[in-house]
């Protein structure tokens, strides 16, 4: 199992930046890919990004690539989200998913991670 939580979220005009933070306990961290997810309101959750174990390897969705990129520190049990150019439309709750189960790459369903944090609220304004 692994605990995870977000921070870092906050109010932000467009094409501003912000870099969210995953704090993971648990020894399966750092051999477990993690996964960027966002729901906006009355939307299904959207896969954002994942990032393999290693650090090694990271795969976006269409909408962030080239804006968002995501880095991870095994010593801290940390996996972060970069987001820059950010648009109103990347308003959303944010949260980071450990896939424990090793899905196969890239894992973009939620269904494809076991463990998820409690989000943190992103609001980009125009």
């Known amino acids: 199992q692994v605990q995870l939580v977000e921070s870092g979220g906050g109010l932000v005009q467009a094409g501003g930046s912000l870099r969210l933070s995953c704090a993971a306990s648990g020894r399966t961290f750092s051999s477990s890919n993690m996964g960027w997810f966002r729901q906006a309101p009355g939307k299904e959750r959207e896969f954002v990004g994942v990032?393999?174990?290693?650090?090694?390897?990271?795969y976006y969705a269409d909408s962030v690539k080239g804006r968002f990129t995501i880095s991870r520190d095994n010593a801290k049990n940390t996996v972060y989200l970069q987001m820059n150019s950010l648009k109103p439309e990347d308003t959303a709750v944010y949260y980071c998913?450990?896939?424990?189960?090793?899905?196969?790459?890239?894992?973009?369903?939620?269904?494809?991670?076991?463990?998820w944090g409690q989000g943190t609220q992103v609001t980009v304004s125009s």
């Open positions: 990032i393999s174990w290693s650090g090694r390897s990271t």
């Open positions: 998913a450990a896939d424990l189960g090793g899905s196969g790459w890239p894992a973009s369903s939620p269904n494809e991670y076991e463990n």
